[in-house]
């Protein structure tokens, strides 16, 4: 089974007080109905 992520468009009006800072985390996403887990980065955690 493959998993894609899309990452979500940049809005033009963003209104944060702060600047975002880029990271990544890699961990597992597990899916309990069907007793897997799949390697996962997160790249983009808002």
């Known amino acids: 089974m493959s998993m894609t992520a899309q990452k979500a468009p940049d809005l033009a009006s963003e209104q944060r007080a702060d600047q975002r800072l880029k990271l990544r985390l890699e961990g597992k996403l597990f899916l309990p109905a ?13």
Do not use: K, Y
């Open 34 to 46: 069907e007793e897997t887990a799949f390697d996962c980065i997160i790249l983009d955690l808002s």
